[in-house]
């Protein structure tokens, strides 16, 4: 056939292909979306809903667990307490914590920080001079304790002056002291900028830093605090009535763990030397409430988000009803099925998305809302609001995919015939 | 009854070589018999014939938004048959024009967005569809509505706009399918003075109409009748080009 020659020539030629830029996808979904708002947000209902519940019952449950009441306060909550039996297993005095507790423990995973601290048995007197305030201190009611940079940290008490101690100091046995507020006041020393020293009996030790008030170790307000293998070295050990304690501080909700790893990562020759005390577990009281009743809403809020789902379908599927007239014209001007499949997924996934956004701010509200009216610290993972939108565009997605679908297979020529 | 395309004009843009259009049943209802016909660049021909005699189905044909049962279909020397799909969507894209008796506006948006829709889905930077857009509309005598939605609009005005979206891309051919349908004979006279004006900018225009006076000022008629076409002055066979 010769007259195929000049078409097949032409065929020959690349012929243009069909195709849309992402930018003009998403914008011709988002005008869609814009175009009618109202619709658009009651559609999202529901999975805003879901979002939104699914936030605020998470969100509650673990601000519930890591609550602050009267009798039981954050502090307490992340305080783990390691005391020494203070003896050999021949009943002789003995200090059995391991040198460097701080770094050792901080290994764990959960612990925020951890200190030793131990009252020394210190008979001498407390002085700024040595000689002329020998008697005036007499009978003071200053302590001398062994003690890290961990141990502060982890009693959440500040530093009104100074540095502290550091990891040097502890191990090249320094010998500096850290003053606790009332001891400070007692000696009269407000500020270590004129490098106070102060002796205990006549061995100088240089202030390196001064203790606010508050923090969960009290008895450090009219402490000297020595490193502690300084002052182990110089005092010996503790008495067996006073034994040496590590205090730890940890993550919320971690303490109950690190209170049973605890004895074994500090003596894992000799566990039974050590004795752990963890904070009550409040998750323990309220577990029974949280499950029975944080599982029901969790199904509603899921139930909420299938909701939310088919109400993004029912819509996208009766938006495919509609505008039959624009798919055939988007067709005629060029679109493929691909195109038309891609627009109404866009469309969902966005309704879906903001769905996710808005249920997640509301949720986030509804946390806080709940924790402030009753004074509770609002204790919400920080990947999940985060994963809210996400949750919203599978939703959306899944709603779409039929509807899109149906769309994509609408012949041009009969979508156009439509009004 | 043996020629070839050899001997079809060579500004032919459209050339139907035995084109069938058969609707699948029950029962098979063949809308187009086999159909030869040439429309040469820069024609302005009306297709005429009775409700349901295969006029849609023909346009639809040659508009690439059907696909037709038998036959040969070359438009802008492409042989639309060997094309993939996404080859016959942008040749739709770009080289057709289309005007409908409903004009499919998007009512959400407004007279600018919808011209500028002309363009999207062959990649046009959306800078240059705004940019023709504005052009199309003026040409068509809108650009003072270009920021209209289009239910503020006449109906008249709402086929301008369509229009403009049909000639914003500059196609070859332009396919109208009972354009002034739904407006009263002044706008159907807007219309088709529009329609004119393409046509004497060079651009193959083919209407279809039941309104005579339309019908009558296209240089070349073709008649339609329980799917048969036929060339107006029955003399001569429909593929032997128009004027
Ligand atoms: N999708 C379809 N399925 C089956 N038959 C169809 C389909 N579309 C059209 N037909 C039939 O094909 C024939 C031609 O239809 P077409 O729409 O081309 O007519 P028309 O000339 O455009 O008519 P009108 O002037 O009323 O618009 C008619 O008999 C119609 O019933
Ligand atoms: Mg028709």
Redo the contacts with the bound molecule.
């Keep these: 056939m010769a007259g195929e020659a000049p078409a097949a020539h032409r065929s020959a030629l690349a012929a243009p292909r069909s195709g849309i830029r992402v930018a003009d996808l998403l914008r011709e979904g988002v005008a869609s979306v814009a175009a009618r708002p109202g619709r658009s947000i009651l559609t999202m209902t529901g999975t805003v809903l879901g979002c939104a519940a699914f936030l605020a019952i998470i969100g509650l449950t673990s601000t519930a667990s890591g609550q602050i009441t009267a009798q039981f306060n954050e502090l307490e909550a992340t305080s783990v307490t390691v005391v020494d039996t203070g003896v050999s297993e021949r009943g002789e005095p003995r200090y059995n914590f391991p040198e460097q507790v701080g770094p050792l423990m901080r290994g764990l995973n959960g612990v925020v920080d951890a200190g030793v601290y131990a009252s020394l048995n210190v008979s001498e007197t407390i002085a700024i001079r040595p000689q002329v305030d020998a008697e005036a201190s007499a009978g003071s009611s200053l302590a001398v304790y062994g003690g890290e940079p961990g141990t502060l940290a982890a009693a959440g008490v500040e530093l009104v002056s100074g540095n502290g101690m550091d990891e040097f100091h502890i191990q090249t046995r320094q010998p500096v002291a850290v003053l606790g507020f009332a001891a400070a006041a007692q000696l009269g020393i407000a500020s270590v900028v004129s490098q106070p020293t102060v002796f205990i009996g006549n061995r100088p030790y240089q202030v390196v830093g001064i203790l606010g008030q508050g923090g969960s170790l009290p008895e450090l307000g009219n402490a000297v605090i020595v490193p502690i293998g300084l002052g182990l070295e110089r005092y010996g050990p503790p008495s067996p009535a006073t034994p040496a304690h590590v205090l730890v501080r940890t993550d919320l909700g971690a303490a109950g763990l690190i209170a049973r790893q605890a004895a074994y990562r500090l003596r894992p020759d000799a566990p039974d030397l050590l004795d752990s005390i963890a904070p009550p577990d409040w998750s323990m009281i309220t577990d029974d409430v949280d499950t029975s009743v944080g599982t029901l809403l969790l199904a509603l809020a899921g139930i909420a988000l299938v909701i939310g789902c088919v109400a993004i379908a029912n819509t996208t599927l009766v938006a495919v009803m509609e505008r039959t007239g624009e798919i055939g014209l988007r067709q005629a001007l060029g679109a493929k099925r691909s195109h038309i499949l891609a627009q109404f997924l866009v469309e969902s996934v966005l309704l879906g998305a903001i769905g996710g956004l808005l249920g997640s701010a509301l949720g986030i509200a509804a946390v806080l809302i709940g924790s402030v009216s009753r004074s509770w610290t609002p204790v919400l993972e920080p990947a999940l609001p985060l994963a809210a939108p996400v949750v919203g565009i599978v939703v959306g997605a899944l709603a779409g995919l039929y509807p899109s679908w149906q769309a994509s297979r609408i ?1 041009p ?2 979508a156009l ?1 439509r009004v | 009854m043996t020629q070839t395309f050899e001997q079809a004009p060579p500004g032919a843009v459209i050339e139907l070589d035995g084109i069938e ?1 058969t ?3 029950p029962p098979p ?4 018999a086999a159909t030869r016909l040439t429309i040469a660049a820069g024609d302005y021909v009306a297709v005429v ?12 044909v040659i508009g690439l938004l059907d696909v037709p049962t038998a036959g040969r279909y070359v438009l802008d020397g492409y042989d639309t048959g060997a094309l993939n799909p996404s080859e016959r969507a942008a040749l739709r894209g770009t080289r057709i024009g289309f005007v409908f ?1 409903s004009f499919h506006l998007m009512a959400h948006r407004t007279v600018l967005e919808n011209v500028a829709l002309a363009g999207t889905y062959v990649r046009l930077p959306r800078r240059r569809r705004l940019a023709q857009a504005a052009e199309a509309i003026e040409r068509v005598g809108l650009g003072h509505r270009s920021q209209f939605l289009p239910s503020q609009l006449s109906g008249g005005e709402r086929q301008r706009v369509a229009i403009a979206r049909a000639i914003a891309g500059r196609p070859k051919v332009l396919l109208c ?2 354009p002034t349908g739904n407006l009263d004979t002044h706008r159907a006279g807007e219309i088709v003075a529009l329609f004119e004006q393409m046509h004497t900018d060079g651009m193959t225009v083919v209407v ?1 109409t ?1 309104d005579e006076s339309l019908a009558g000022r296209a240089a070349r008629q073709l008649h ?1 009748r329980d ?1 048969v076409v036929t060339d107006a002055a029955a003399s001569r066979p429909a593929w032997a080009g128009g004027v």
């Design positions: 012949p020529a009969a015939q | 259009r609707y699948p049943g209802v063949p809308a187009l014939g009775p409700s349901g005699s295969g006029k849609s189905t023909l346009l639809n008796q399918d009972e279809v039941h339609v799917g």
